[in-house]
């Protein structure tokens, strides 16, 4: 129980971390973000404590803003993905035989290619923008959502109860809110936060192809591609994004587990 | 096992002409002009229609699609709209890095992560067992290209001991020249790929530590290891195997960051360019052989599974999984739960949809 | 059982990726003339026709060191012979004679002939040409071949650029197939071979008419991003680069001995191009307040810290019509906001710049962007890709203000053209731009010419934000590099190798 409790206050520390430079970049940033006065290429100093880019905009500046997108891109492709994944699945589940093949055969083929290759498509072609690649994220996931929720739903409704509530003449709206949500809910959650970092590994790799978007609304991922051709002259900005992202997604992976480990009491420290 | 064969096959087939055509119309519906490429600043109106007309831009999409299915059923991938270079042969090329690249992270990472996944389990509560499953963890939250371009930076700028980036000009002519230039981008997919299965190690070898045929098994006088060997491998290795599939898929599809963070001439480089360039013939080509490479990788990876478990040769077709694997078993990776790669079972870390 | 092959399997991967990092390069050291040398660059050919949409790629590649044309752009920005031993022009400037090298032959080993000129030349005018050339040619009404070293070209009117134009057409055997992924050309090296996406090599020519390449051949090696590039060549992969995309990472080479920088020449102009044909881009007033209003030392500091050049007009230094005019519309607040009030918008208005998403045009646009707000104009930043650049400004002029790098030499002659993308429309400019193309005299034509350049900076047709600088980083092993590189072109021929 001890360990449990341990994963999820790590964890929870570890986002809140981020969250609340997101917060406060909202109210509070060192610098105006496309504010060059800075100098090229500034190391850390009391007026820059990051340091600046290669246009003399300050670095915290812009890494805090990146810790708004990283968040933005985690909730926003998980609300997509979700929302869909789980509409799909509960069709899918409730479908006749051959619809639910198909689109079972369907969703193998998808999960099997990466987010990445889908969102690089979307975002090559409709133009780099922190809304295309939320959506393109979102797109891939709720194919992974779809197949899990389907699999637990379909669970549940093999359930002898379940049956004796078919035969009473329950309707499938009913079904769904009465029995089958509340029961697959605890497993879809924790999977949506795995999601949630997948999502911004994703956005980030998506930023350092040069599919992101720009400075200075900049995702870490783009500021990471920026910063690594001065690497030898300037570490911190291939440096810190890095450790940024880091930080967040273990902290979410890790709420992910202690949520799971909570709710299900057998998996011992399945970390 | 026959039927099976078939069954698989006709599925794999079918998907891959589903696919094909999706590809085909989204591809289309995308905005964007292939002809723009061409085409310079300065380019008169003549000009600009004559580029059209020389990728057939200007044909209905219909035509355009029956055009290139013929070429497809003769097993030709058309010919590049940009380059003027056919793209069958490019691809070939192209695998020629992709696919050394894939297979050395994926079996550099297998070796890794089975001992260690094993230890991280059986170990679970000393403190090594713990520090191990902390790395895994700290593994899969590391982007991929973070690692590579740390890597270069450390190897290759200040050791010098590496190249940065590229691939020999004759590719596996020296075949030493070939691994040197293969050496940082196997081991920065290898790296990621390890932490994620040592994972997925750990979590089957912990099903089946607490599971009850090994505790009857000791309980009748086998001693740990051939408890281990006659039960515990065989069916920790069946989930394990589904994994594999996925990540081999993953990663080979994924290489498109790690060959940009090492300017690799390989698959996902010429997707990254011709997607850029609108070119529907190079897109198409990259995207079919990947779909290909996917389903086989599926189906291998279910075949393997079924001759590992005797219990699944008896189960319908390969891909409907865990839908009829029945009630009950509510949690994590177990023995027969599924014939399909099983990304997406309850509770477990999921790598099904990005690596990267 | 399976376990220890897997090990066995694993130590011998690992020993031998260990073994493959210890051998480190033999750099065997050669004479020069047998030397290879490794050059590294972005632009890789699109394809190796460069009136197919081979971009600026084919030309660094191929243009000089492959194919040649009857006359060839030095390094400098004179025009002299090549294939072209001399040439007459008739009293009336119609007719022009050239009289062909002799003992040239193709790659092939074809000989040269008057038709392979001729069939070239028509190549490039040909209905299905995609040659950015196309419409400077246009002039040329016959090509004909007396024999089989002269040809006569007649023109249905004067064309003092003649020479010029035709050093971008290349002459070509007229029997060749497949240009798009194969060469035929009279140059001192031929292809080898084109591994797209990575390397294209060059072999020195065994039977090339002139002087002999000064090394065994040139491998371009392609890299799409300028980080890869810049580690090559700091891991000695490549010799030198082509040119330097932003000047970051070039404290890495400047102080250090093994490597030279040097600071050449461009004719890439960074413009933000108004819609003259809009509002309120339609008032000189306007363009003259943003010209005014934008600081373009500071931008041009910002992205390329000491290098570049401001010009305030689109004429780069190496052409002969060249005049510093940044004092026209110099950088002057209160004279910006003077001016947008007598154009009627003292409150400032807004507008959409439609910003290339590649470098350097969306950290410009934010810069230009926080100089506006300061006369109270708010601009919109859209970025779009090149392919969309292409459809929407240039094709369908749907945009109020852009951004793009021209990159030829002398073309001004495009604010001539009232149906060109940014709308100029100035029948006195259209006048002087045809009046110099039919000048009897390069002195005639230069006049006339500048009188197109000061007009176009009065009326601020667009905002020449800076001149690109062109830098080439090289290992101070290497010499005989071309250093400005004009039109992205890159002779190798006289490259050694110590």
């Known amino acids: 129980m001890r360990r449990r409790s341990i994963t999820l206050a790590i964890g929870a520390v570890l986002v809140g971390i981020i969250l609340a430079t997101a917060v406060v970049s909202f109210f509070w940033l060192p610098y105006p973000p496309s504010d060059i006065g800075g100098g090229r290429l500034a190391p850390p100093s009391a007026a820059h404590l990051a340091g600046t880019d290669k246009l003399g905009r300050d670095l915290l500046t812009q890494l805090m803003i990146g810790a708004r997108i990283a968040l933005q891109v985690g909730a926003g492709s998980v609300a997509i993905g979700g929302v869909l994944g789980i509409a799909l699945g509960l069709a899918t589940a409730f479908a006749q035989r051959w619809l639910d093949d198909g689109l079972s055969a369907v969703l193998d083929v998808l999960i099997a290619f990466p987010t990445l290759l889908v969102a690089m498509l979307v975002v090559a072609a409709s133009g780099a923008s922190l809304g295309s690649a939320i959506l393109a994220i979102g797109l891939a996931m709720s194919a992974v959502v779809a197949r899990l929720t389907r699999i637990l739903a379909k669970r549940v409704l093999s359930l002898d109860y379940i049956t004796a509530a078919r035969v009473s003449g329950t309707r499938w709206p009913g079904l769904i809110l009465q029995h089958v949500l509340p029961n697959i809910w605890p497993t879809v959650v924790v999977n949506l936060a795995l999601q949630f970092g997948l999502a911004v590994l994703a956005e980030a790799s998506l930023s350092y192809l040069g599919l992101g978007s720009p400075p200075p609304n900049a995702s870490w991922g783009s500021i990471l591609q920026e910063a690594q051709g001065t690497v030898l002259v300037a570490p911190i900005g291939a440096v810190a994004p890095g450790v940024l992202l880091v930080v967040l997604v273990i902290g979410v992976n890790l709420v992910a587990d202690g949520l799971r480990d909570v709710g299900d009491p057998t998996r011992r420290g399945r970390a | 096992m026959v039927s099976y064969l078939i069954r698989r096959f006709a599925f794999l087939v079918v998907t891959l002409v589903l696919a094909s055509i999706v590809l085909f119309v989204l591809l289309r519906l995308l905005p964007g002009d292939p002809a723009n490429a061409l085409l310079s600043v300065g380019a008169t109106k003549e000009q600009i229609a004559s580029a059209r007309a020389d990728v057939g831009a200007d044909l209905p999409v219909i035509e355009q699609f029956v055009r290139w299915f013929s070429q497809l059923a003769r097993f030709d991938l058309g010919t590049s709209y940009i380059s003027g270079l056919p793209v069958g042969p490019e691809i070939a090329q192209r695998l020629v890095v992709t696919v050394p690249l894939t297979l050395l992270a994926f079996v550099l990472a297998v070796i890794i992560a089975v001992p260690v996944g094993f230890v991280a389990a059986y170990k679970s509560h000393r403190w090594y067992g713990v520090a191990l499953s902390a790395v895994s963890q700290l593994g899969i939250a590391v982007p991929v290209f973070w690692i590579g371009v740390l890597l270069v930076t450390f190897f290759a700028l200040r050791l010098q001991l590496l190249p940065a980036g590229g691939f020999p000009q004759d590719d596996w002519q020296d075949p030493a020249a070939a691994l040197r230039s293969l050496a940082l981008p196997v081991i920065t997919v290898a790296i990621v790929m390890a932490a994620s299965v040592t994972r997925y190690v750990r979590s089957a070898v912990l099903d089946v530590l607490g599971s009850d045929y090994l505790r009857s098994s000791r309980a009748l006088g086998a001693s740990f290891a051939e408890a281990m060997w006659r039960h515990g491998l065989r069916n920790a290795s069946v989930p394990v195997i589904s994994i594999l599939g996925i990540e081999l898929a993953t990663t080979f599809l994924g290489a498109v960051v790690v060959e940009s963070v090492f300017a690799l001439p390989g698959l996902g480089s010429m997707l990254l360019t011709s997607i850029a360039q609108h070119d529907y013939p190079d897109i198409q080509g990259v995207l079919f052989v990947s779909t290909f490479a996917v389903l086989i990788v599926g189906f291998l990876a279910d075949t393997a599974q079924r001759l590992v478990d005797p219990r699944l040769r008896a189960s319908v077709s390969g891909n409907r999984g865990g839908g009829s694997g029945g009630g009950g078993r509510r949690r994590g990776v177990g023995p027969a739960s599924t014939a399909v790669p099983v990304a997406a079972l309850p509770g477990t870390t999921d790598p099904g949809v990005v690596r990267s | ?498």
């Open chain 3, 1 to 498: 059982m399976k376990k220890k092959l897997g090990l066995a399997t694993g130590i011998a991967l690992v020993s031998a990726l260990a073994l493959a990092a210890c051998s480190g390069t033999s750099s065997s050291s050669t004479k020069p003339a047998d030397a290879t040398i490794n050059i590294g660059s972005v632009y890789e050919p699109q394809n190796l026709d460069n009136t197919a949409g081979g971009g600026q790629g084919v030309t660094e590649a191929l243009n000089g060191n492959v194919y040649e044309g009857l006359f060839r752009l030095t390094d400098t920005g004179k025009v002299e012979n090549l294939l072209a031993k001399s040439f007459k022009k008739s009293a009336d400037g119609l007719t022009y004679t050239f009289d062909l090298q002799s003992g040239v032959t193709f790659h092939s080993g074809a000989k040269l002939t008057s038709a392979d000129v001729k069939y070239s030349i028509e190549k490039v005018l040909a209905d299905d040409s995609q040659s950015a050339r196309k419409s400077s040619l246009a002039p040329i009404s016959s090509v004909s071949t007396p024999d089989d070293s002269t040809v006569v070209v007649k023109l249905s009117s004067r064309s003092i650029s003649l020479p010029y134009n035709l050093s971008y057409v290349w002459i070509i055997d007229s029997a060749a197939k497949n240009l798009k992924t194969s060469e035929d050309g009279t140059g001192p090296y031929e292809l080898d071979s084109w591994k797209r996406g990575s390397t294209l090599s060059l072999t020195k020519y065994k039977g090339y008419w002139g002087t002999a390449a000064k090394n065994a051949g040139v491998v371009f090696h392609y890299y799409s991003d300028a980080t890869a590039l810049n580690n090559a060549l700091l891991t000695n992969a490549v010799d030198v680069v082509t040119s330097e995309q932003s000047p970051d990472a070039l404290a890495q080479f400047t102080g250090n001995s093994s490597y030279k920088v040097t600071d050449g020449k461009s004719t890439t102009k960074l413009l933000l191009a108004f819609n003259d044909k809009v509002a309120p881009f339609n008032k000189v007033g306007v363009r003259k307040a943003i010209t005014s209003a934008i600081d373009n030392k500071q931008l041009l500091n910002s992205i390329w810290g000491d290098y570049g050049t401001l010009i305030g007009s689109m004429v780069p230094p190496t052409d002969p019509w060249y005049e510093d005019l940044t004092g026209v519309n110099p950088y002057d607040v209160t004279l910006a906001k003077k001016e947008l009030a007598a154009a009627g918008y003292a409150d400032g208005f807004t507008f959409t710049l439609d910003t290339p998403n590649y470098d350097p045009h969306p950290a410009a646009a934010q810069i230009i962007k926080s100089d506006l707000a300061k006369v109270g104009i708010t601009v919109k930043i859209n970025i779009i890709t090149p392919d969309t650049w292409y459809s929407k400004v240039y094709q369908k002029h749907d945009f109020q203000a852009t951004m793009q790098e021209h990159v030829n030499d002398r073309d001004v002659v495009f604010y001539g053209n009232p149906d060109f993308y940014w709308g100029y429309d100035n029948k006195q400019v259209t006048g002087w731009v045809d009046q110099a193309e039919q000048a009897s005299t390069t002195d005639e034509q230069t006049a006339l010419l500048k009188k197109v350049n000061t007009q176009i900076a009065d009326d601020a047709a667009s905002d020449w934000l800076y001149l690109y600088p062109q830098i080439v980083v090289a290992s101070s092993k290497l010499s005989g590099y071309p250093v400005n590189g004009l039109n992205s072109q890159f002779y190798a021929y006289d490259i050694v190798k110590k």
